[in-house]
């Protein structure tokens, strides 16, 4: 039995608490208390709680519920087209980023289709743009900066500053942030508004693996996951896309340790062939996520290698019917 669980369940279900009596005293001063509780719980391991303590607990419960009602309402009734389907609209104050990650579409997009617009005629090099700071916000999730990273390398302190306090316009907007450099974050903390999503994209937990196949010159796997883990913000988020080969028990503690209100796990979706666990492995690790957060799924299918390796094995026949059996 959990006895933590059990005995906060018992105080939250009360009206009122249980009294701490006074058990011992020592020149008419009482050095030691006592308090009662149901049976069951002799001889386990229980902690106490006081008044305000219960309070400001069922308050984060609370906030922390609404929150994933809020999400898991938007994502019954989003068709899934976006890169992340709880977003209604993104927003792009700051666009570029230095950190050449090999799988990034908006850099590719940039340096292609957009290369002799405005804002990408230097390449993917971190602007401001001025005229992003007109546009108004009505509610649901708008995903800062989907074309860049707000903390790359490049990234003005100023523009940062310049786009928290423009968010702190919207208080009934939600604002996802989503950077693969998250130390960052503690420079701003006192800034951000409380309507704030903070998240960071942890692919893996193997940083030898990150560095053999060149993915980013971001930082390491681990030194986001350090970041994050210290990080006192109530939502926090993180995404497993796309999800390359890892440890399974290690990085499930990781995002434990991180503990975000909402995730996300995907695979490629651009075939750049990066070096993905094998489907029954993604499966595990969402399951073990489910114990303790709310798990997304996006792109889930079996690793590339993994399908070629079955096709290669498939009898005679076009590739239309091979790739039938295979799924």
């Known amino acids: 039995m959990n006895a933590h669980k059990s005995f ?3 105080l939250l279900l009360r009206k009122k608490g249980r009294k701490v009596f006074c058990h011992s ?3 008419g001063k009482c050095i030691g208390g006592r308090v009662s509780a149901p049976k069951n719980l002799i001889g386990e391991r229980v902690y106490l709680f006081t008044a305000d303590e219960i309070n400001e607990l069922k308050k984060y419960v609370a906030a922390l519920e609404s929150v994933k009602t809020f999400f898991r309402t938007i994502l019954n009734s989003n068709n899934g087209s976006k890169m992340f389907s709880i977003v209604g609209e993104t927003w792009n104050p700051i ?3 230095l950190h050449h990650c090999k799988y990034c579409w908006a850099r590719r997009l940039a340096l292609t289709k957009l290369k002799d617009t405005r804002r ?5 090099k971190p602007r401001l743009n001025e005229e992003e700071f007109r546009k108004r916000f009505k509610g649901g999730v708008v995903f800062v900066s989907d074309m860049g990273d707000i903390f790359s390398p490049g990234v003005k302190d100023s523009w940062v500053i310049r786009v928290l306090r423009y968010i702190g316009k919207f208080p009934d907007t939600y604002f996802l942030f989503l950077t693969k450099n998250p130390t960052k974050y503690k420079d701003f903390l006192d800034l951000f508004p409380p309507n704030c999503i903070l998240g960071t994209t942890i692919e893996t937990n193997k940083d030898d693996l990150y560095v053999e196949y060149k993915i980013s010159s971001a930082p390491l796997p681990s030194i986001r996951y350090q970041a994050m883990k210290e990080i006192d ?8 896309e796309p999800i390359l080969d890892f440890d399974l028990d290690i990085l499930v503690r990781w995002i434990k340790e991180i503990n975000p209100f909402m995730m996300y796990v ?20 969402i399951d073990r996520l489910n114990e303790f957060t709310l798990v997304i799924k996006k792109t889930i299918r079996p690793a590339w290698n993994e ?3 079955i096709l290669s094995y498939v009898g005679s026949g076009d590739r239309d019917e091979k790739e039938k059996k295979v799924r």
Do not use: A, H, M
């Open 8 to 10: 906060l369940d018992y």
């Open 25 to 27: 005293k020592k020149n």
């Open 95 to 97: 666009s570029g980023c």
């Open 120 to 124: 990408y005629q230097n390449g993917f």
């Open 233 to 240: 913000w109530p939502y926090k988020f993180v995404s497993i």
């Open 266 to 285: 995907g695979y490629d979706n651009y075939n750049n062939r990066l070096p993905e666990p094998p489907l029954r492995k993604t499966l595990q690790l």
């Open 307 to 309: 399908k070629e390796s």
